[in-house]
């Protein structure tokens, strides 16, 4: 995957993002407890009718609120990778999420890491 | 912080807590939210002092409640409340960042998390940042 390609993160919580600072908070990006990887699709915001079909199959029953558009650069510069994991189509892995023996030690390093990805994510908000 | 904000924060951690009362609240793998983090940070919020703003607040993939102090987008204070006392914290500055772990004794927020929520407040000169 290269740098440049793009990467959306699917919102179903209204606590994930803040509509006032026009962001998406950073635990929106932190991995999952049982495999310690960030789930992605790979699309960017157009065509954004494509974008929300693909949300709304990854939100499934949940209300699909909005999307956190990023790049893989965003995701290396953060010392992460970024990799395909399909199926379902388009679907990749955000990895190499820090490990420690220290479970609050390895969160807090894991919290730097999603902090640079938020910061660089543009905040889609369903209309 | 005014008594009344914290009452409003408060209740958005409740909101929070209930909306992720199940596991797989992501329609993933997610923890569910229990009593003992979200009386965590009800207390932690409790402790915040005057002058300090209410932070916003996310649910973690494992369970625990982010508050979040934002001032822009490269400017970026996180705080992960957990069921036990041991807070991991991480902050983005430009291009400094960093990340620790405090002990929170349920009354007093802890002095190094304080001077960095602070710090990110732009309140930093008037605090020592320790790192």
């Not at chain 1, 640079?116 to 905040?123: H, Q």
Request: aromatic share 6%; net charge negative.
């Amino acid at each position: 995957m290269s740098d440049g390609e793009d990467l959306v993160r699917f919102l179903t919580q209204s606590s994930q993002f803040s509509t006032t600072l026009v962001l998406v908070k950073p635990a929106t990006f932190l991995p999952n407890p049982r495999d310690q990887n960030t789930s992605v699709s790979r699309h960017g915001r157009e065509p954004e009718d494509k974008l929300w079909a693909i949300g709304q199959v990854a939100a499934g029953s949940r209300t699909l609120h909005g999307a956190a558009i990023f790049k893989a650069v965003n995701v290396r510069a953060a010392k992460l990778e970024v990799v395909p994991d399909e199926p379902p189509q388009r679907h990749a892995v955000i990895t190499g999420w820090a490990r420690d023996a220290d479970p609050v030690l390895q969160k807090a390093k894991q919290i730097e890491a999603a902090l640079l990805i938020a910061g660089a994510a543009e905040l889609l908000l369903v209309k | 912080m005014l008594f009344a904000e914290k009452e409003i924060a408060i209740s958005h951690l409740r909101h929070l807590a209930n909306d992720c009362a199940e596991p797989g609240w992501d329609g993933n793998a997610a923890f569910a939210i229990d009593s003992d983090v979200l009386q965590n940070a009800e207390d932690l919020v409790r402790s915040l002092p005057y002058g300090i703003p209410a932070p916003e607040c996310a649910p973690e993939p494992d369970g625990s409640i982010s508050l979040d102090w934002i001032q822009s987008r490269k400017r970026m204070f996180s705080l992960s409340i957990g069921s036990n006392n041991r807070l991991a914290y991480a902050w983005l500055d430009g291009t400094d960042k960093g990340h620790g772990v405090a002990c929170f004794d349920g009354l007093s927020i802890p002095a190094r998390v304080l001077s960095e929520i602070h710090h990110t407040l732009g309140h930093g000169n008037a605090f020592l940042r320790i790192a």
